[in-house]
Nanobody
Framework: VQLQASGGGLVQPGGSLRLSCAAS????????MAWYRQVPGKQREWVAG???????YYADSVKGRFTISRDNAKNTVYLQMNTLKPEDTAVYYC????????????????WGKGTLVTVSS
């Protein structure tokens, strides 16, 4: 299964972007899907995650500004990012865990290649 992320780009502080990530196999059962981000020189960090049930979870740094959602029929996950800040600049990766074990990076079964988000005036 391959994940393809899209939607990154350059946006001004306070602006919005919507990321999408689609799995190549829409039939496989995926319990959890998530977004992570990474800045050069730093560890990859978890941003948000969502279970097949629709339960969603967020890192404190994005709570109230980002919204994760998914289309289970298409095995696609979205990340709506509002009120963006310069510190949100990073490469964003989507990931999927067939079993929904945890948001630990090591528990993710599949990873997308990443899409760059740059927040700058």
């Amino acid at each position: 299964v391959q994940l393809q992320a899209s939607g990154g780009g350059l946006v001004q502080p306070g602006g919005s972007l919507r990321l999408s990530c689609a799995a190549s196999d829409s039939k496989i059962s995926i319990n959890a899907m998530a977004w992570y981000r990474q800045v050069p020189g730093k560890q990859r960090e978890w941003v948000a995650g969502i279970f097949k049930s629709g339960s969603d979870y967020y890192a404190d740094s994005v709570k109230g500004r980002f919204t994760i959602s998914r289309d289970n029929a298409k095995n696609t996950v979205y990340l709506q990012m509002n009120t963006l800040k310069p510190e949100d600049t990073a490469v964003y990766y989507c990931a999927a865990d067939r079993y929904g074990r945890s948001w630990n990076i090591d528990d993710m079964d599949y990873w997308g290649k990443g899409t760059l988000v740059t927040v700058s005036s």
